[in-house]
């Protein structure tokens, strides 16, 4: 018999602890809104020309740095419910910290950067933009380190696009 009070006192403490539960109802509301369609450059290809490049000049900084030249156009939608962004996709090269896009010859590639400064832009990566005041984007030849260049003309592509995040 000495369990007894032991498991009334145990009982009670259980009856104490348990109080009354409350709910409560969460409501969820919103609106679906369209975002507005942005179209690049008026729907045409962006053709970036280096002329001739002069293998020893190549530095991947200055010489021959180009902008690409882009615009931005959106219309229809819901204005502000999202932020513009613009991304470039490309296949990059394998050597090199600055991660250029691979050009048609062996060891060349074009660095993108973006902006007023030497930043350097890699292949997805998605940039705010403004349709009025579009983000600088530059491409400038860079060369493998250690590598010798032949002569020859060279291509390279990207995919631009604009996106509504």
Do not use: H
Not at 18 to 47: H, M, R
Request: one cysteine or more; a neutral charge; aromatic letters at 8%.
């Amino acid at each position: 018999m000495k369990y007894i009070p032991g498991l009334a006192a145990l009982a009670c403490m259980g009856a104490l602890a348990s109080g009354t539960a409350q709910a409560v109802n969460v409501n969820f509301t919103g609106k679906l809104v369209e975002q507005p369609d942005c179209i690049l450059n008026a729907g045409k290809d962006i053709t970036v020309n280096f002329d001739n490049v002069a293998v020893k000049k190549i530095d991947g900084v200055g010489y021959k740095k180009m902008e690409i030249p882009y615009s931005v156009s959106c219309s229809g939608g819901t204005p502000n419910t999202g932020q513009l962004k613009v991304m470039l996709d490309f296949v990059e090269v394998s050597w090199g910290d600055y991660k250029p896009l691979q050009s048609s010859i062996p060891n060349l590639g074009l660095r993108i950067t973006q902006g007023a400064g030497d930043t350097t832009y890699t292949s997805k990566t998605k940039l705010n933009t403004d349709e009025n005041n579009p983000t600088k984007l530059y491409a400038v030849p860079i060369a493998r380190p250690g590598a010798s260049l032949v002569s020859g003309d060279f291509t390279g592509s990207a995919t631009m696009t604009a996106i509504y995040e």
